[in-house]
């Protein structure tokens, strides 16, 4: 008997514009100590089977047909009741977003003990180890002291590792994991994988793992589930999917994976595209981006970073002495050349957001200084004079759910930027230019009027992307950009930037975990650990021969892609 079984299922999303399938006719099962991972496009779907597994759609999203059974019992249409029951205990979720997921409230100790009492006859005290024991599990260092800590005070990486000691902590039989490695360095993906697969083998427990990493999929699951809108196009071993695809999706989405074997000067492309037709590629030449305000050509350094310190405190007190902090950047100093993409590589928790953060002045440094194009930014106090530097920096954060105002439509959100800077002539020119971004970033100018929660995670980073473009910046701060996308979206958006920088000479800070494409994007990485800037190098001097030992260690994790190589599948893509 299947673990979980999903019979003929369909969900559907009313709306006064008719009704939409999210998930058309869906069948899979998974067995007791199975891996499978559950791929395809932001939009096909993958959350939406997770969230309707657990009873957690959102409204009015709602299943119209169809059975889910669990251990061969019907959990599909029960109360809201009985469903709490099987929350937590039976099934385990690690929810994509870590920030919209816990309480803002409460402490991490508060919420992990809940969990635990709501699932397990424990003392106070047993509940306490135990969430001691599941914060050390998930690698979060201090756990005594993290544990008397807010979510906000958690780095991205650091609240994901919180998320899925939450789910791990009534011991499920079944976990449902919705991008759980999106936000975490290698190091920390590698330990958490381990953590699922041990769960699975030792303790017969199954799992769902909903992701867009290919190398995660090729090397922890025993099967995948290929989606693409709202239809499962391919199901079976992930060796004879990702080796041999059958479906000509599958084979097109694979060829897209980024190569962490050599550097290719182009992403390939997904082109396997039903019913939408062709998407539309931009000529940066003849397009408004291409007209960039102020340009001229600067020599020396673009941007630099000087001995740069910040810290935060961790516990306040009225006494000086008494306050305990983290030291976020400890004297990190590096520079950018202008027209060059510079990495910034770490595990979460290292500083690498901290210091985009203090770049775009949103972080006042406690000692050192930025200089950009020859001005010492940290020195400018009137937002008057600051306003000319920060239309030509802009950054795409790593969180696309909360960067985004969830009352102001798409085509609004892109277009404050181009009304605040006063970069059109008139609000006509302002709505084509929004409409041709919302094309390039691949979600269709007829997208500006929904409203960001109408969208997936991949889809709304894709908004985010533009409205960093939208101003035309000279420097663009990439805080995991792609954390969020499916490898074929990732492609479409890493060749863009590639396009934009090619034409417009545009400078990049280039922060992500996700090494094949740190690789494939950068001239030179800096690698930090604990605040602290270790090394930087030349891309393929790091990724050949790295000097520091932490260095080392992280190309030493980096998850091998074992399916079809990118070269053999010219056939399948276009780019």
């Known amino acids: 008997m299947a673990l979980l079984e999903v019979k003929n299922l369909r969900i559907e999303y009313p709306s006064r514009h008719g009704v939409h399938a999210a998930v058309k006719s869906l069948s899979f099962e998974i067995q007791r100590g199975e891996i499978v991972g559950v791929v395809g496009e932001s939009g096909a779907g993958k959350s939406t089977v997770g969230n309707a597994v657990i009873d957690l759609l959102s409204p009015p999203g709602r299943i119209a047909s169809g059975e889910v059974y669990l251990d061969g019992d019907l959990i599909s249409g029960l109360s809201t009741e009985e469903m709490r029951k099987v929350r937590g205990s039976k099934i385990g979720f690690i929810f994509q977003d870590p920030m919209t997921s816990l309480n803002p409230l409460f402490t991490v100790e508060h919420q992990l003990k809940e969990t635990i009492h709501a699932n397990m006859d424990v003392s106070d005290e047993e509940a306490y180890q135990r969430a001691l024991s599941l914060m050390e599990q998930v690698g979060i260092p201090q756990p005594e002291n993290r544990l008397k800590q807010f979510p906000h005070q958690f780095s991205g990486g650091m609240r994901q590792r919180v998320v899925i000691a939450i789910a791990l902590a009534g011991e499920p039989d079944l976990i449902i994991a919705d991008e759980p490695t999106t936000a975490l360095d290698v190091s920390i993906q590698d330990q958490i994988l381990a953590l699922i697969r041990d769960l699975c083998i030792k303790k017969n427990v199954g799992c769902m793992l909903v992701t867009h990493d290919m190398g995660v999929v090729s090397n922890v699951t025993d099967r995948i589930a290929v989606m693409y809108r709202g239809d499962l196009v391919e199901f079976g071993e992930t060796k004879k999917v990702l080796g041999e695809p059958e479906h000509p999706y599958t084979h097109s989405l694979i060829s897209a994976v980024p190569r962490s074997d050599i550097k290719l000067d182009r992403f390939p492309l997904v082109n396997y595209i039903e019913e939408a037709g062709e998407m539309k590629q931009l000529d940066v030449k003849t397009h408004w981006l291409g007209q960039s305000q102020d340009h001229r050509a600067y020599t020396g350094s673009l941007l630099q970073v000087d001995n740069v310190n910040l810290r935060f405190v961790t516990k306040d007190s009225f006494f000086e002495s008494r306050r305990q902090y983290v030291q976020a950047s400890n004297d990190v100093s590096f520079e950018v050349f202008e027209g060059e993409t510079f990495g910034l590589v770490g595990e979460s928790g290292s500083g690498k957001s901290t210091i985009a953060r203090v770049i775009a002045g949103l972080y006042p440094p406690d000692e050192g200084r930025v200089v950009f194009e020859g001005v010492d930014l940290t020195a400018l106090k009137d937002e008057k004079a600051r306003r000319p530097m920060r239309r030509q920096m802009q950054m795409v954060f790593q969180n696309p759910y909360t960067s985004m ?168 893509v276009s780019g």
């Open 405 to 572: 105002n969830p009352r102001m439509k798409v085509q609004d959100i892109i277009a404050e930027p181009i009304r605040f800077h006063k970069l059109t002539e008139n609000e006509q020119q302002t709505r084509q230019i929004v409409a041709d971004l919302l094309d390039h970033v691949g979600l269709g100018s007829a997208s500006g009027v929904k409203y960001p929660h109408e969208f997936s995670g991949g889809q709304r980073q894709r908004i985010s992307i533009a409205r960093a473009l939208a101003t035309r910046p000279r420097l663009l701060i990439c805080d995991e950009p792609t954390s969020a996308l499916d490898v074929s979206v990732q492609a479409q958006i890493l060749n863009l930037l590639k396009d934009l920088q090619d034409e417009l000479n545009l400078t990049m800070l280039f922060i992500s975990h996700d090494l094949p494409v740190i690789r494939q994007m950068c001239d030179r990485i800096g690698v930090m650990q604990k605040g602290t800037l270790l090394e930087v190098a030349p891309t393929e001097q790091l990724f050949t021969s790295p000097q520091h030992e932490y260095s080392q260690q992280l190309i030493s994790l980096m998850p091998e892609f074992t399916g079809m190589r990118n070269a053999s599948a010219s056939d399948a």
